[in-house]
């Protein structure tokens, strides 16, 4: 709508602008084309602090709102991730706190956490989950609010993002989730062999020969150790817990394994290769491969 047609300092006018801005920036990855709009939304929403109903886009901005969100707006056509920016994210219905220097959660992981509290749902009597590389936790934390009679684990090699799990679990008062610094499961209490229900992963699985061309939002803003493992195939995570997950996982529990649509049949090979059974591939409500699976061989006799 041109610009003398319209109001500019309706919420609803800035929210246009903006995301006209942001669609231009070459260094976010436009992935879907309401992209832009999601994002002007979302930094709207934290400058006003109310949702943005109708009535609220019909509305005037304040000068100092204006120029907040101006300058919000600066950092995400400079790549900055809406998250960072705002400092938190939501995730299945809770909100995170998030902090620079910490991988900020993707809402494609929401699905891998609804497949793990699928399969805890299913068992009875005590459930125990861990979730690999969990970052700040968010898979963590929303299987145990969702599945409060579970023990859940979240482990990580960074000790920030440990901090912050064990904060956002505080604040949320979600009390079955511990957090713990460790290299892959190296740190878990030795109790939990054999007894694991669910493992879960979403691992850096970006190939280390493609880090250059992963877009500056991704490139620049998050910790390089949660982008890639340093592998040539961006699988040796997954290489790794697939080994040693026979020794932790109960007969029948799963691993959970999220990556990319295009590492979909290498991820499978690699968890047949390690003697899981019953893998599969699962898609998401868009039809895309997210998450791949298998089985720990259950007991004969």
């Given at each position: 709508?041109?610009?003398?047609?319209?109001?500019?300092?309706?919420?609803?006018a800035l929210l246009l602008d903006a995301a006209d801005a942001i669609?231009?920036?070459?260094?976010?990855?436009?992935?879907?084309?309401?992209?832009?709009?999601?994002?002007?939304?979302?930094?709207?929403?934290?400058?006003?602090?109310?949702?943005?109903?109708?009535?609220?886009?019909?509305?005037?901005?304040?000068?100092?709102?204006?120029?907040?969100?101006?300058?919000?707006?600066?950092?995400?056509?400079?790549?900055?991730?809406?998250?960072?920016?705002?400092?938190?994210?939501?995730?299945?219905?809770?909100?995170?706190?998030?902090?620079?220097?910490?991988?900020?959660?993707?809402?494609?992981?929401?699905?891998?956490?609804?497949?793990?509290?699928?399969?805890?749902?299913?068992?009875?009597?005590?459930?125990?989950?861990?979730?690999?590389?969990?970052?700040?936790?968010?898979?963590?934390?929303?299987?145990?609010?969702?599945?409060?009679?579970?023990?859940?684990?979240?482990?990580?090699?960074?000790?920030?993002?440990?901090?912050?799990?064990?904060?956002?679990?505080?604040?949320?008062?979600?009390?079955?989730?511990?957090?713990?610094?460790?290299?892959?499961?190296?740190?878990?209490?030795?109790?939990?062999?054999?007894?694991?229900?669910?493992?879960?992963?979403?691992?850096?699985?970006?190939?280390?020969?493609?880090?250059?061309?992963?877009?500056?939002?991704?490139?620049?803003?998050?910790?390089?150790?949660?982008?890639?493992?340093?592998?040539?195939?961006?699988?040796?995570?997954?290489?790794?817990?697939?080994?040693?997950?026979?020794?932790?996982?109960?007969?029948?529990?799963?691993?959970?394994?999220?990556?990319?649509?295009?590492?979909?049949?290498?991820?499978?090979?690699?968890?047949?290769?390690?003697?899981?059974?019953?893998?599969?591939?699962?898609?998401?409500?868009?039809?895309?491969?997210?998450?791949?699976?298998?089985?720990?061989?259950?007991?004969?006799?």
């Open positions: 709508m041109p610009a003398s047609t319209r109001d500019s300092d309706t919420v609803a669609r231009g920036s070459r260094f976010i990855d436009h992935w879907m084309p309401s992209m832009a709009r999601y994002d002007a939304e979302e930094l709207m929403a934290a400058v006003l602090g109310t949702e943005l109903t109708t009535r609220a886009r019909r509305g005037r901005a304040t000068q100092a709102q204006r120029r907040r969100f101006a300058t919000m707006v600066a950092r995400r056509i400079g790549g900055e991730p809406v998250a960072q920016i705002i400092g938190s994210i939501r995730f299945r219905g809770l909100e995170l706190r998030l902090r620079r220097g910490v991988f900020g959660p993707r809402s494609s992981s929401e699905f891998l956490a609804e497949e793990a509290i699928a399969a805890l749902r299913r068992r009875r009597g005590r459930r125990l989950a861990v979730d690999v590389a969990t970052g700040l936790g968010p898979v963590a934390l929303a299987v145990a609010h969702e599945v409060p009679g579970a023990e859940v684990w979240g482990v990580d090699i960074s000790a920030p993002a440990v901090r912050l799990g064990r904060d956002n679990a505080r604040r949320l008062h979600i009390n079955n989730v511990h957090f713990r610094v460790s290299d892959m499961v190296d740190a878990l209490p030795s109790r939990m062999r054999g007894a694991v229900d669910v493992f879960t992963i979403h691992p850096p699985y970006v190939a280390k020969g493609d880090l250059g061309i992963l877009p500056r939002e991704i490139r620049d803003f998050e910790p390089l150790h949660s982008l890639t493992d340093g592998s040539d195939d961006g699988l040796g995570l997954v290489r790794r817990l697939a080994a040693e997950s026979s020794e932790w996982l109960r007969p029948g529990g799963v691993l959970l394994v999220e990556v990319g649509t295009y590492l979909s049949r290498s991820a499978q090979a690699v968890l047949r290769r390690a003697g899981l059974g019953d893998v599969a591939w699962k898609k998401d409500s868009l039809g895309v491969t997210r998450v791949v699976s298998g089985r720990q061989p259950r007991l004969r006799g």
